[in-house]
Structure formats: C-alpha cells, structure tokens
C-alpha cells in the first residue's frame, strides 16, 4: 500500500508536468525557454511539497493528512486545465513571465500537494529507528519509479491516445479516489466532478492535438476559400482550398517568386516540413509535372491537412513522416533541383536543421545549380539570422537574403552554386551585404547550436 501510494502520487506529478507543457503551448508557445520554465517551476513544487509535507506529518495525524493530500492533489490536478486556459487567455503571447506566472499558479500547487505524500507515508511507516534507511530508501526508489513510468506513460502512450484534458481528468479523478478510500472526505468527488463537468464543458482550444502541436484551421472571413493552419499560437501557413497559386504570406511569395524565375520547366523538389502544404501545391499549379517529396514528422498534421486543407498526396507529392535530419539522409544524392527548409518547431527552426552538418546533407542532395531555399523568423538584433548567414557563407557560392524593407519577421535564404533567381517586390540582400550581416557571428555547429536563445521574438 505504501509504495503503490507513492508510485502513483509521484507518477501523477510528471504526467502533469508534461501535460503542463502542452496545455500551455497554445498561449505561450513552445520554447526552450518555457519549457525550462514549466521544468523548473513543478521541480519548486516538488521541493517545497516534500519539506512543508514532512513537517506537516510530524505535527498531524498521518492518514488523515494522507487522505487530504491525495484527495486534494486530484482536485488541484484537475483544477489545471480551467486555470492555464483562463490565466492563458488573459496573458496570450507573454512568453517566459507568463509562463512563468500561469505554471505557479496551475502547476505549482498540485505538484506540491502530491510530492508530500511520500514523506507523509514514509512518517507512517517507520517503527523502528534501526530500519529508517531501509523505508526511506524504498519508498524513495518507488516514487522514483513512479516518475519514470509516469514520464514513459506519457510521451509514449497518453499523449498519442489521449486528448490531454481527458489524461488530466483521469489523473485527477484516480487520485480524488485514493484520497476519499484513505478517508477524506466525499464532498472532494463532488468537487472533482463539477471540475470535470466545467472542463469538457469548456471544448479544447484545438481541433487536433497531435503527438507535437495543438492545431487549428482557421478560415478567413475575407476569403471564403482561404484557411489559416495555427500551431500553438502561431499562424504557420495559409492555403486557399480553390486557388493553390494563391500565397498570402510574405515569406511564400518571395519563394514562389524564386520558384517561378528558376529556369527549365518541372522541377524535382524536396520540402523540409509540410504545415499547410502550400508551397508544394503551389508548384504542382505553376509547374505541371514537377515531383515533390515533403519531409513532415508530424503524421497526425498530414491527417489534419488531408481533411481540412485539401492536400492530396500520390507520386507528384509524395509525404515522407519522420524528422527531417534522420529522413534526408535516404534522399539520394543529387536528386533534387529545389529544396524548402520550412520547418518550425513554434517560432524557431529546431536547431538540428540549422548546423553545418545539416548543410552538407543539403548540399549532397541538391543537383549542381539547384537552390536551397530557407525559411527563418527573427527580430532585431537578429542573431539567429546572422548566424544561419555565417553557416551558409561556409557552405554556398551564391548567397541572399530576402526580407521586408523595414526587416523583422520572416527572412528567406537564397543558396545555391549558380545563379540565384530574381524576387520581385521586396529587399534582396546580395552576398557582401550578408556577410556584412554576419560579421563576427559563428557558424552553427552540431555541438553548439543554440537556436532558441540566439532567435530574437517580436517585441
């Protein structure tokens, strides 16, 4: 009974905390940054549970402070769902203060009380000064346990089966029980069923989770055909379901620019990240017998993009799901005539798509004369940008850099070992004027590569 108790308390708090991360995605987004906020704020939790309930079972009867902490643990636990959409709501877009602010408020609490069991039960348990080493060393080996099944659980099971705040209602309601069979107090079902009833009542933000992002399809009230892909809390692409020539974002038009000035006539490409599919339906439209190959690593987006924005795949656009590090290096080499690095791991290219190492995989795969074409967001004082310039000066002959007139926001690099195509309608930085930019930056490098802290977010 002791260890399962700690098993399952300790369990609970870091199936809560990777919940906590998805949970608080979609208002916050999803960065190095927070989520070492969210990391670091439920450890808090765990340490100050585990002091103020040690003290707390030398003081007080230990099975009714058992009871309450379990029975108050779920309540808390499920109280999460209704805080973090509410608090993220009003705090939308905050970054790291607010979600710093949204986990101490939801998370902190529940990882407090249930991180108090264990030495709570440990108290109950010693009878004999001579065995203290022996029951606390257990019971701390089963909570270990507990987090490690719990962590495991989560990541492999819970998140791709389950929507999250179900797996949040089912944590919660199994501890609610253990607390009212220890004897506390019924009125914490009622408590815990009222939560549940609000929660489902409430609907998710999302209209898929999938096994990396909270995804919605947004359509535009401006133009009934077109639809907006928003990944946590960022518009990622935009499609238009009955004009797949039509680009609306910036960053797609200066590379369907790129794409229309190349020379020849069908193109072999290979697109680093689908999102919306834009651009590979944008030259199925412009280039008629060009072959596409999409390297998505989220199978669940594929689904989403197949139902809701019109994808059709077959041998003109064929999708590939897996990591797009692991999955180019089956490309053959010199197989493609354009490359599109557009993945995003929220704001940031994931910064193993960034290194020079990275590069010389593009390079492999890219024909003699084709273009690379790399999608980047970043603000004033641009280190990510200059950056990813110094590590592209290393690997091109021909290098520029598209951006709006007053830069900040979507950049795209134009690479290649010939000639670069002309981008109409925007500010084209050639070679010199990169390596102007990228005066003493360093290049990225698969051992130092720190993508999230060099990207500079909007203001």
């Known amino acids: 009974m002791a260890a399962g108790l700690v098993f399952v308390s300790s369990g609970a708090v870091l199936v809560l905390e990777i919940l906590g991360i998805r949970l608080l995605a979609p208002y916050v987004g999803l960065t190095l940054e927070t989520t070492t906020t969210i990391i670091g704020t439920v450890l808090a939790g765990i340490a100050a549970g585990a002091a103020v309930g040690g003290r707390a079972a030398d003081r007080l009867d230990e099975r009714r402070l058992l009871a309450v902490l379990?029975?108050?643990?779920?309540?808390?636990?499920?109280?999460?769902?209704?805080?973090?959409?509410?608090?993220?709501?009003?705090?939308?877009?905050?970054?790291?203060?607010?979600?710093?602010?949204?986990?101490?408020?939801?998370?902190?609490?529940?990882?407090?009380?249930l991180s108090a069991v264990t030495p709570t039960v440990a108290r109950m348990q010693l009878r004999d000064l001579g065995e203290t080493g022996s029951v606390v060393g257990r019971l701390s080996a089963w909570a270990t346990a507990g987090g490690l099944v719990g962590t495991f659980a989560t990541g492999f099971v819970i998140v791709p089966l389950v929507p999250t705040d179900i797996a949040v209602i089912a944590v919660g309601g199994v501890l609610v029980a253990l607390g009212v069979a220890a004897g506390a107090a019924p009125a914490y079902v009622a408590g815990a069923l009222a939560l549940a009833a609000l929660t489902l009542a409430a609907g998710a933000p999302c209209d898929a989770e999938t096994d990396y992002h909270c995804a919605r399809v947004v359509e535009d009230p401006g133009r009934p055909s077109g639809r907006t892909l928003v990944l946590e809390d960022v518009p990622h692409s935009y499609v238009d379901l009955e004009d797949p020539r039509y680009l609306e974002f910036d960053y797609t038009r200066w590379i369907g620019a790129a794409i229309d000035d190349l020379d020849g006539g069908p193109l072999d490409a290979l697109f680093l990240g689908g999102g919306g599919f834009t651009l590979p339906r944008f030259l199925a439209a412009t280039r008629p017998g060009s072959r596409s190959r999409v390297l998505e690593v989220d199978g669940d987006l594929v689904a989403l993009a197949r139902e809701r924005l019109g994808l059709r795949t077959g041998p003109a656009l064929a999708v590939r799901v897996g990591d797009a590090r692991v999955t180019l290096r089956d490309e053959p080499a010199a197989s493609a005539d354009l490359i599109v690095g557009d993945a995003f791991g929220n704001r940031a290219v994931p910064w193993h798509l960034t290194t020079a190492e990275f590069v010389a995989e593009i390079r492999r795969v890219l024909r003699p004369g084709g273009l690379y074409a790399l999608n980047v967001i970043d603000y004033d004082p641009f280190g990510l940008v200059r950056a990813e310039a110094a590590t592209l000066l290393e690997a091109f002959d021909e290098l520029a850099l598209v951006t709006q007139p007053d830069p900040g926001g979507n950049f795209v690099f134009l690479a290649s070992d010939g000639a670069l195509p002309a981008v109409e309608g925007a500010r084209v930085l050639d070679r010199a004027e990169v390596e102007r930019l990228a005066d003493g930056a360093d290049p990225l490098r698969d051992d130092d590569a720190p993508a999230d802290q060099l990207l500079t977010p909007r203001a």
């Not at 999460?80 to 993220?88: E, F, H, I, Q």
Request: charged residues 10%.
């Open 70 to 113: 379990l029975a108050s643990g779920g309540v808390l636990a499920m109280l999460t769902v209704p805080l973090v959409r509410g608090l993220g709501d009003a705090l939308r877009g905050g970054g790291d203060a607010a979600a710093f602010m949204v986990t101490l408020v939801a998370l902190f609490p529940p990882a407090a009380a």
